[in-house]
């Protein structure tokens, strides 16, 4: 590895952006397949295990310590891969012009092929992304664990002898491409370990690895001509929600706005609603947002609510975030509840912690600690909240040491910012993904040629759980 270039930029804050009311709204449905997974790249010896799916489950005993009239011109070289660049170009990008914000009341579903796009073989691909990747270290290996509570583990032993499979859940900050180059100097990361003709390589092979049934990402400032094509001929639908105006438009040479980006599994749900948030902090609006969608499982017809979203980033905008999410868990109520009043089936679904409403999974980068407020109204929400992730200590009850492990000008960071927010009364976490040791991170820390992003993937399996394990309600 050369280090020889270093990203040195200055970084500024992000105050002028957060009560900007205006901003592009773009989004559109893609389509369906599900498809088995070869075995991945890893770093460490063992690491495949010889298996072909998903990575061998191990038990664990303790956690790992405005669009505006701005051009829009792709960063970094562009692909040379036939596959890729065939995929990419189906569904370039979509019309990023000025448009008020509203939520999206109604977004049906639709089985339609976006515009005749072929379906990918999954095992074609990410052999293409293991060849473009070829002169790279390979990505950190990370082991799908038990929970660490012997109850949860019990727990997990019962539904994997039923017949429904569990519900596979990841979350990431992947990096806007903008940022990354232009704006948020990692003094440690040589330029060239960020290019995106690369890049988007290393972030699809860990997709692929793993395969999703729901996908959250934030800083996606690559959707229209990478994501949602890519991901569309993988049998994923999805809808993109960017930021009234995204830090990204700051930059000279940008693909756009950044946002969040939902995707699903079009075989495994259907789409019943979506809802497109501007987050709001003392009845102001803010430049954060949020998705939530609530879908149906083809397979045993029960309801679930999917939200992702990025909370307003760095210290000493804590009550900002607390707000923002104050805000969030009253719309993610309404949303939930008017759900579950259209299908008697999901009424009481919140198991017993005094709610009534289709059950949720919350996903993103909340940018707050554990110990800020944001956090405390997750866990203390009526709706009845759970982090996954702490379900790898040994007592279920703390956060994983890190999330986000960067070098800046300013200094050393590591940090827990991304959660996997579940309806403890409704759900069971049967696996996670551990996190890579600060030995597998490296001493240049992330973003590396190795990993893509400064913020490491969240993944879990979640299963429903059945009527006799939810706990009782007290009348």
Known sequence: MNPARRCSFLHRDLAAFCLSSLGPAAKKQPPPKKLSLPAPRYCHTGGEDGRRGKPQVKSRGSSPASASSIPVCPMGSSSSSRLFGTLAQTLNSAPLAQKDYCPDPEHQDSDQDPEGL??????????????????RPARPHRDLVYPADPKHQHQYRNHEQQHTPSIRVMTWNILA????????????????????????????????????????????????????????????????????????LDVASNNGPDGCALFY????????????????????PTNQVAIVQTLRCRATGQRLCVAVTHLKARSGWERLRGAQGADLLQSLKAITSRAAGSDPVSRGAGGGNGTEGVPLIVCGDFNAEP?????????????????AYKLLSADGQTEPAYTTWKIRP???????????????????????????????????????????????????????????????RLM
């Open 118 to 135: 072929e379906q990918t073989d999954p095992d074609q691909l990410l052999r293409e992304c293991e060849e473009a990747l070829q002169n």
């Open 371 to 387: 110990s800020e407020d944001v956090y405390r109204r997750f866990i203390s929400s009526p709706l009845g909240l759970d982090s």
């Open 177 to 248: 491409q903008a940022l990354g180059e232009g704006k948020d100097g990692f003094v440690r990361c040589p330029l060239e370990a960020l290019n995106w003709a690369e890049r988007k390589y290393l972030i699809l092979e860990e997709i692929l690895t793993y395969r999703p049934d729901i996908l959250c990402l934030q800083e996606v400032d690559h959707y229209y001509d990478t994501f949602k094509p890519i991901l569309a001929s993988l049998g994923y639908h999805s809808t993109f929600l960017p930021k009234p105006w995204s830090p990204c």
């Open 265 to 284: 599994r079009h075989a495994r749900f259907s789409l019943l609603h979506t809802s497109h948030l501007r987050l709001s902090a003392m009845m102001l």
């Open 410 to 472: 300013s200094g050393e960071s590591c940090s827990t910012l991304d959660y996997i927010w579940y309806s403890h009364g409704a759900f069971t976490v049967d696996t996670l993904l551990d996190i890579p040791t600060e030995e597998q991170i490296g001493p240049d820390r992330l973003p590396s040629y190795h990993y893509p992003s400064d913020h490491l993937s969240l993944l879990c399996d979640v299963s429903f759980r059945e009527p006799r394990d939810q706990p009782h």
